[in-house]
């Protein structure tokens, strides 16, 4: 297994750098001009030193490079120095956005505790309702149980996030006024009062996301489940005296969550991206919200820092779930 890893690990590097070239190529070939906003009155001699200073009057090649050593070296050196009190970054330049002039991780990391409140809480709380409905839905096939639950994910699943979110904000939100309709991101916890503010203005996008991700997950859950429970080596275990209990939790279960688990693995990187929509329905001040602004704004630092971070992510993640593979099924070796 540590073989394994290592290579894998080693296989990332190169996989990254092209995704991370291709990122960039795209970038750099969209429409768009970051200082398309400025006003026409300013000259073109103050307008084209606004573009040197920006960093775009050189090469796409030298930019790129220029990039890679700022992502992979002098970003982690700054965060380094901010925890150890060192100063091997000092003097220099870090990636910083062409909107707001801050570097970049900055305003991420400013924008990851909203989304990590939110989507990560939502994703949670998703997996944690799916797994059991998939589980009871696929020993209980055909019950009432079965029925609601495949009506419940049914509509869960073909309803859009966007719609959802705008009724439960028309019904509780307006009408009934339970829950702020607008996620307020200036909010600090710091009592009981304060903490129970936040929690009502997280159940509508949590509830809304919470439904999208419990109804996909739970249809993978109940497919992967009815699978196995139809398998020779389930009969064999209730032939030999096994409890009922046993045999579906520690055999039945044990197995169908191998392909579970890339569900979960593979949606996991959104999480750290944000719901992109949910965010903008509710004025969540998040990472999906930061990517479109970036966009609209053609903050390309910006934008291909974000995007290629959701690419380790990606990357890490299925790495991640390889491995827990071999965990669960020990017939399953890498080396």
Do not use: C
């Not at 995704?19 to 000259?43: K, Q, R, W, Y």
């Not at 909107?99 to 997996?127: C, E, H, M, W």
């Not at 719901?275 to 990517?291: P, S, W």
């Amino acid at each position: 297994m540590l073989t394994f890893t290592i290579r894998r690990l080693l296989l990332a590097i190169p996989t990254l750098l092209f995704i991370s070239l291709v990122i960039f190529l795209l970038l750099e070939a969209s429409p768009g001009d970051p200082l398309g906003d400025v006003p026409l009155t300013v000259p073109p001699e103050v307008k084209e030193r606004m573009r040197e200073a920006l960093g775009l009057g050189q090469a796409w090649y030298i930019r790129y490079v220029l990039w890679l050593k700022q992502f992979f070296w002098v970003e982690p050196l700054y965060w380094f120095d901010g925890v150890f009190g060192t100063q091997f970054s000092s003097g220099m330049q870090r990636i910083i956005s062409f909107q707001s002039r801050s570097p970049v991780f900055d305003v991420i990391a400013q924008r990851v505790p909203q989304t990590l409140t939110v989507v990560g809480f939502s994703y949670l709380l998703g997996v944690l309702i799916a797994l059991p409905i998939g589980i009871l839905s696929a020993y209980k096939q055909y019950s009432w149980f079965d029925q609601l639950g495949t009506f419940v994910s049914m509509i869960g699943f073909s309803m859009p996030t966007f719609f959802t979110g705008v009724v439960l904000i028309i019904i509780f939100g307006v009408k009934l006024q339970w829950f702020p309709s607008v996620y307020d991101t200036t909010l600090e916890v710091r009592d009981w009062n304060s903490f129970w503010a936040q929690v009502r203005q997280m159940v509508m996008p949590v509830t809304v996301l919470a439904l999208y991700n419990a109804a996909q997950i739970s249809r993978f859950m109940r497919a992967s489940m009815l699978d196995n429970l139809g398998q020779d080596y389930v009969r064999t275990a209730r032939a030999k005296g096994l409890s009922e209990r046993t045999v579906v939790l520690k055999h039945v279960l044990r197995n169908s969550l191998i392909p579970v688990i890339t569900v979960i693995a593979l949606g996991l990187p959104a999480v750290f991206g944000g719901a992109i929509i949910t965010e903008q329905v509710f004025k969540v001040n998040g990472l999906g919200q930061l990517l479109i602004t970036a966009i609209h704004g053609n903050d390309i630092p910006m934008v291909l820092t974000l995007t290629f971070i959701f690419a380790i992510l990606i990357v890490l993640f299925t790495l991640i779930a390889d491995i827990l593979y071999g965990i669960l099924d020990p017939r399953i070796r890498y080396d």
